[in-house]
């Protein structure tokens, strides 16, 4: 099973995009609904994620959208399109929100630690990234 969901999840992290073959630490089974909320095991449960994205993750569920002010849940990487919800900026080094669901996720996940950005600085100079994201 860890093997199909990393497949389902194109080999990258859902939440910040980065692959694989692009991070030294191996990639993380994620628990989408965390266990500690009531989150199950099964596949549908499960995606990739990076180190730092799982940890800043933590056992959040939900988050405040800067804009709104409203408590949403958050991106939920299986279910939900990355580019619905997110758009790369300045070149690819940040991401930003589109709607609530991303506002909220990018402040909650720290989508745009310094070391992000720090290595999609790098990433962009070798032509590795912002990923074309379908
Ligand atoms: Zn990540």
Redesign the pocket.
């Known amino acids: 099973m860890r093997q199909r969901v990393r497949q389902q999840a194109g080999d990258r992290?859902g939440?910040?995009?980065?692959l694989q073959k692009y991070v030294l630490g191996v990639l993380e089974i994620e628990h989408i609904l965390p266990k500690a909320a009531g989150g199950s095991d099964q596949e549908d449960n499960l995606w990739l994620?990076?180190r730092?994205?799982?940890s800043y993750k933590g056992v959040q569920t939900q988050a405040q959208d800067p804009v709104t002010n409203d408590t949403v849940s958050l991106f939920n990487p299986r279910h939900d399109r990355w580019r619905d919800h997110f758009i790369w900026t300045n070149q690819g080094i940040y991401v930003a929100g589109l709607t609530a669901i991303g506002r909220a996720t990018v402040i909650a996940?720290r989508?745009n630690n310094p070391y992000?950005v720090a290595v999609r600085q790098a990433w962009i100079s070798a032509g590795w990234h912002p990923p074309v994201e379908l």
């Open positions: 992290c939440y910040c995009r980065s994620a990076c730092l994205c799982n996940l989508l992000a």
